[in-house]
């Protein structure tokens, strides 16, 4: 997959099979809709192309606020969207000064005299350019044209794909990754670096890896322990891990922890980038009276995690 950082003279993407949009997290109604750009650039012998957003338009916007909660990492993102088999993704660098180009001008200098689009697929209630002035209707008359053909997203694959974002964000602070995992169609991740701890679970037989995110506006499931796989240096294994305030070594909530012990592991990988997998959540953090009961409540969910992942 080629990443575009804007749109310079060198951009040629052949015969280009354009969608437009954030994609955050990079869903199974995600997918379909960029299984259907792939299938049409392949029926035209063209490529397929998302052209997407960076920073998230909501930072740049309403910078004020911070309770933006990002499904995926840029980085996750492009990785999903390699997998899936995407040809091109064009990131363009979104500030206030690109929000106030008009749709006439975003149709005109991007889609097709920057990206010399072929055909555009979009949602039927897509809206851009200033004042969100830009619609299905809009792109329509450019069609009319012929300076492009332009495909609708049925209303109904459009509606999951707003249904399956917000149902996701919420399962996942709730903790429910079954479900979150079934609409992302795989486990979700957090990717970070190893970061040295205060050593706790070392001293009681269960060392972690402490994880600080790459992305500071990455959410993040509800407090407590669930069933990882950790990707380290290319190799995946399975372990445990707490998110939290680690209430029986910590009194006051300073900072939530990401922290994972990974099984029949004995590497010091300070500093390593990692990529965990969150595949259950099996119970809620609690505050023990003294680290001995905390140990023995570690050791059954490791028990109950080693179960897990044997039988899955």
Not at 12 to 37: M, P, R, S, W
Not at 116 to 135: L, M, P, T
Not at 256 to 262: A, M, Q, S
Request: glycine share 8%; net charge negative.
């Amino acid at each position: 997959m080629r990443i575009f950082e804007g749109l310079t003279q060198g951009t040629h993407i052949e015969n280009a099979v354009v969608t437009i949009g954030t994609f955050d997290g990079v869903h199974v109604g995600h997918q379909e809709i960029l299984k259907t750009v792939i299938a049409e650039a392949e029926k035209i012998g063209g490529e397929s192309v998302l052209l997407t957003f960076y920073p998230h338009p909501r930072m740049v916007l309403f910078p004020e606020k911070s309770d933006l909660l990002l499904l995926q990492t840029q980085e996750e993102k492009l990785n999903k969207l390699a997998s899936i088999g995407l040809e091109n993704v064009v990131i363009y660098p979104f500030s206030k000064e690109f929000a106030e180009l008009s749709a006439k001008n975003f149709v005109e200098e991007i889609l097709i005299k920057g990206l010399h689009a072929k055909k555009v697929i979009i949602g039927y209630d897509h809206q851009f350019g200033r004042n969100r002035e830009g619609n299905l209707a809009f792109l329509q008359t450019y069609a009319n044209q012929g300076n492009f053909d332009l495909f609708e997203i049925p209303a109904e694959q459009i509606d999951e794909v707003y249904i399956s974002s917000s149902k996701i964000r919420k399962a996942i602070l709730d903790g429910e990754m079954s479900i979150a995992n079934t609409c992302l169609g795989a486990p979700f991740e957090l990717t970070g670096t190893v970061a040295k701890g205060l050593q706790n679970g070392r001293r009681i037989g269960f060392p972690t890896a402490n994880i600080q995110l790459n992305d500071a506006h990455k959410i993040l499931p509800a407090n407590g322990v669930y069933a990882v796989k950790m990707e380290v240096a290319g190799q995946l294994y399975s372990g445990m891990m707490n998110i939290g305030w680690r209430p029986t070594v910590q009194e006051e909530k300073l900072e939530r922890k990401i922290e994972v012990h990974l099984f029949d592991f004995d590497k010091d990988i300070y500093g390593e980038l990692c990529r965990v997998e969150v595949h259950q959540f099996f119970r809620p953090e609690h505050k023990f009276p003294n680290l001995e009961e905390l140990k023995a409540q570690i050791q059954q969910d490791e028990a109950a995690i080693r179960a897990f992942f044997h039988s899955a």
